[in-house]
């Protein structure tokens, strides 16, 4: 019935998906192939190099610098986020004694 309602287009679409055995008849695993296919894919790599341009803004706290980082860090899918965000953060800071403390 979905499809019906979806149109032309949406089958178009739906003949070029593979489904385990049955699948193809269930609600949901059919919703879940559309979402795979019509939702943006992240690009990790430039996620990353986003990251790691980032630098602390002349009227940004540090308090805010570091959440802005961990904000940003989360699209990355790194492994040791909280490394990276204590990396970043020492690299970028502006404030050479805060720097030095950590």
């Not at 309602?5 to 609600?27: Q, W, Y």
């Not at 695993?29 to 992240?42: A, L, S």
């Not at 990251?51 to 961990?70: G, N, P």
């Amino acid at each position: 019935m979905l499809l019906n309602f979806a149109g032309k287009d949406a089958i178009e679409v739906f003949n070029t998906f593979e489904f385990s055995a049955g699948d193809d008849k269930k609600l949901d695993k059919v919703i879940e192939q559309f979402e795979r296919y019509c939702n943006p894919r992240k690009n990790v790599v430039f996620e990353r190099y986003q990251f790691w341009k980032i630098t602390q803004r002349d009227s940004e706290t540090v308090d805010q610098f570091v959440t802005r980082l961990k904000n940003k860090v989360k699209s990355c899918e790194y492994t040791s986020v909280d490394d990276m965000v204590r990396d970043k953060f020492v690299f970028s800071i502006q404030d050479l004694t805060v720097k030095k403390d950590c």
